[in-house]
């Protein structure tokens, strides 16, 4: 089953709104998550790393006032596209690195949010 | 700085048959990690094998194995009898240890498998 939940799973949004996005670990704690950009038939773009406790780490070329990460706990990051328009309509999807209890090593992620902003 | 490189956008296989998907990747680090991921047409991020620098075996999961050639840098997705529900888009990643958790994504191959 999922260990990784993302909500919503869609939205669509007039220009100028803010939308929000949660990431939540259920059942691991994730003191890190990550959060990943994708245009229609391109590659996961990273965003920025959230820090359960401290600011996230924002990629080059992200706007950190545009893009506000919150990671309130060890289970929950969120995103916030503050005053969305329409060039921010993508795919996000958020990831979060499980801790290793044996030989493999994995990281999971979200089911993802199409954001369609009108 | 790492780098993911996926050759072919695109790919055709029949069913049953068997097909790899290239990816080679570019890092100066010793310790690291590469992953396979599977991404339906829902969206999702879909977890397949993965394999550390270190390891001396090719990983493998089920249908799914990992040519992993260190020297060459390369790390194939084998999959076998490939059935339909496996088109898909299919993305190598790697994480360093020394720059956190986070993923390099390639730029992924499409497979199609025809019936």
């Known amino acids: 089953g999922a260990v990784v939940s993302q909500h919503p799973s869609w939205v669509i949004c007039k220009s100028g709104t803010s939308v929000k996005i949660e990431c939540r670990s259920l059942d691991f704690q994730a003191t890190t998550m990550f959060w990943y950009r994708q245009f229609p038939k391109q590659s996961l773009m990273l965003m920025a790393t959230?820090?359960?406790?401290?600011?996230?780490?924002?990629e080059q070329g992200v706007e950190k006032d545009k893009f506000l990460i919150n990671h309130a706990s060890l289970t929950l990051s969120t995103l916030t596209v503050t005053s969305a328009h329409p060039e921010d309509s993508s795919f996000y999807i958020c990831s979060a690195p499980r801790p290793r209890t044996g030989p493999k090593e994995t990281q999971y992620f979200g089911p993802g949010t199409r954001l369609l902003v009108l | 700085a790492q780098k993911i490189t996926q050759t072919q956008p695109g790919m055709f296989v029949q069913e049953k048959e068997a097909v790899t998907l290239d990816c080679t990747y570019d890092?100066?680090?010793?310790?690291?990690?590469l992953f396979w991921y599977k991404q339906p047409s829902s969206g999702e991020m879909i977890f397949l094998i993965y394999?550390?620098?270190?390891?001396?075996q090719n990983a493998t999961e089920g249908r799914y194995s990992l040519n992993f050639q260190k020297a060459r840098k390369s790390a194939n997705l084998v999959i076998s009898a490939s059935q339909l529900g496996d088109s898909a888009m299919y993305f190598c990643?790697?994480?360093?240890?020394?720059?956190?958790?986070?993923?390099?994504f390639g730029g992924g191959t499409r497979l199609m498998v025809k019936p």
């Open positions: 394999q550390g620098s270190y390891d001396e």
């Open positions: 890092t100066s680090d010793q310790s690291y990690g």
């Open positions: 990643a790697m994480r360093s240890n020394n720059a956190g958790n986070m993923l390099t």
């Open positions: 959230s820090n359960e406790g401290s600011k996230a780490t924002y």
